[in-house]
DNA sequence: CCAAAAGTGTTAACCCTACACCCATGT
DNA sequence: ACATGGGTGTAGGGTTAACACTTTTGG
C-alpha cells in the first residue's frame, strides 16, 4: 500500500501521532427521493482528484467528536442543504485500498428525504437528482455502494413503512403503489393493493385531489382524479408496540 | 476528549502520523452457536484494563492490510480457535467516547459456527460459551452490541436459511424447531413446523437416529427416535436464484 | 369522442392455524 | 407401567391472487 502512513516524521503537515496504524472514517449518504414517478439518488460531481469530475455519493470524514451517524447528517446538510428523515446504516465498507489515497473506512447511511425540499447544490460541487436505474458510473467503490443500498432498502420495507418518508404529506394510492413496485422491482394488482394498504390501518383518507389541496395536481394529464391518503404515524407506532407487523408483499 | 492523540509528538511511542484525525478499527464477533437446547454466544474474559476481568466479545484491532471481514476472522480464530461458516456484518459503532483509551470505531460481525468445534480457550484468555439470556453484564458497550446482533440474525433469518449454519450436517426436526423458537422467540406447532419446513425443499431425509448415523444420540431421555434430516445447499441456491424466497414464519 | 388513469367486487386457491391421539423408547 | 418426546392428518378461517368493466377528465 501506497498509503500516506508515515513513521516517525511530523510537523505541520503530519499532526495526529498514534501508537497503532489508524483509519479514517468518512460517513457518506445514499439519498432517495421519489417525484411520484422514479426513485431517485441525489449525486455530487467531484471537483478535485481522485474521480474529478465523476459522480460520487455525498459524504466526507466524521469528526473526532461526532458519530457516524451524526457526521452523515453534518455532511448531507452542508454539501446539499437536506435534512433526511430517516437515516439508516446499512453497512461498511473497509476494503483496504477503496481510496487511493490512503485507507478511508466509509460507513453509508440510506437516507431518505422528502422530494419537496430540493437539493440546492452549494458553492463549488454540482449536486444533482438522478433515477436510480439512469446513474452513471461513480467514483470510488460508490457503484457497489448503491447496489447495497437498494437490497437493503427492500429489505427495510419488509420490516416498516420507511416509503412513507418518500412521499409527501398527502399522496394517492398509486404513487404508492409505484413507490413499492420501484423499490421492490415488483408488480402489484391496483385493488390488492389498495386492498392490502387500507387494511394495514395507518392511513388515513384525506379527499380528492382538488385545487384545495396541497398535493402535486397533475393538469395535464387526462384522466380521474385519485384519493388523497396520508400517513398516519400514531396508529403506526401503537400497532408496532404489539406486534412483529407485517409489511411484506 | 482525552484520548490519546497527540500533536507534534512521535518517535517510538507515537509512530504512525497523518494529516487529519484518524480513528482505530476494530472488528468484533458475537459468535452464535447451539448445542441442540440453548443458543450460546461466546464470551472472553478480558485480561486488561479497562474492564479487567469482565467478559467482552471476542475481537481485536484490524490489520492495515485487512478489510474488517477479515479481520474479524482472523481474531476470532486466533483468540478462540474457531472457524465461522457464516460471517455477517450487521452495524458499526462508533459513539466517540465507546472505548475510554482513545476513539475505536468497530464493525461486529455475527459469527455463526458449528457447535461440534468447541472454543479451546488460548493462552492467557479465558472463553466460555454462555446461554444468550444468561450473559453477565458485559465490558464497553457490548451489551448493545450483543442485543442489536440478536435482531438482526432474528431479520436474517426471514431471508435466508442461516440457521442451518448453526446445525451439525445431521439433525432432527425438533431441534431446528427450537433453534427458530429460540432465535425468533415464539412457539411454533410441531406439525405445522414440519409440514413448513419440508415444503421448502431444502431438507434431505436421511434416516431414522441410530448408532450408525453420525448424528447426537441421546440415550439418557426415553423417547421415540426422531427422523434424520440434513441441509440441501445446492437446491437452496437454486431456489434463491428463482425468487426472492420468502422465509418467514 | 377518444385515450389515459382511477375506482370498484367476487371467486378460487392457497396457506396458516388449531387441535388430539398413538407410537417408540428408556427407566 | 409410565413418562417422555416424536410422529401424523384434517377442517375452518383468513389472506392472497386473479380477473373486467365503468367513471372521470383533459385533449
Given at each position: ?27 457518506d449518504?445514499v ?26 455519493l ?35 465498507f ?14 453509508p ?32 467503490d460508490h457503484d457497489q455502494i448503491l447496489?447495497e443500498a ?100
Amino acid at each position: 500500500m501506497a498509503h500516506s502512513v508515515f513513521k516517525y516524521r511530523t510537523g505541520e503537515a503530519y499532526p495526529y501521532c498514534y501508537k497503532y496504524p489508524q483509519v479514517a472514517l468518512t460517513a457518506d449518504c445514499v439519498v432517495f427521493s421519489y417525484d411520484g414517478k422514479d426513485l431517485l439518488v441525489l449525486l455530487i460531481k467531484r471537483g478535485q482528484e481522485p474521480f474529478k469530475d465523476r459522480w460520487a455519493l455525498p459524504g466526507g470524514f466524521v469528526n473526532p467528536d461526532e458519530t457516524a451517524e451524526q457526521g452523515a447528517r453534518r455532511e448531507l446538510l452542508e454539501e446539499t442543504g437536506l435534512e433526511a428523515s430517516h437515516l439508516e446504516q446499512f453497512k461498511v465498507f473497509s476494503t483496504p485500498d477503496r481510496d487511493p489515497r490512503q485507507r478511508v473506512v466509509t460507513v453509508p447511511f440510506i437516507a431518505l428525504v422528502n422530494h419537496k425540499s430540493v437539493a440546492g447544490g452549494d458553492d463549488a460541487a454540482e449536486a444533482r437528482w438522478f433515477p436510480v436505474d439512469k446513474v452513471p458510473p461513480l467514483a470510488f467503490d460508490h457503484d457497489q455502494i448503491l447496489s447495497e443500498a437498494r437490497t437493503a432498502l427492500r429489505r427495510s420495507l419488509y420490516f416498516s413503512p420507511v416509503s412513507f418518508t418518500l412521499l409527501p404529506p398527502q399522496f394517492t394510492m398509486p404513487q404508492l403503489q409505484r413507490l413499492y413496485e420501484i423499490i421492490l422491482g415488483r408488480k402489484f394488482d391496483r385493488r390488492n393493493f389498495a386492498r392490502k394498504m387500507n387494511s394495514l390501518g395507518v392511513l388515513d383518507f384525506q379527499g380528492i385531489e382538488s385545487a384545495g389541496n396541497d398535493v402535486v395536481e397533475r393538469k395535464d394529464v387526462p384522466s380521474r382524479k385519485p384519493s388523497i391518503f396520508s400517513f398516519n404515524r400514531v396508529k403506526w407506532s401503537r400497532m408496532k408496540d404489539e406486534s412483529d407487523t407485517n409489511f411484506e408483499f
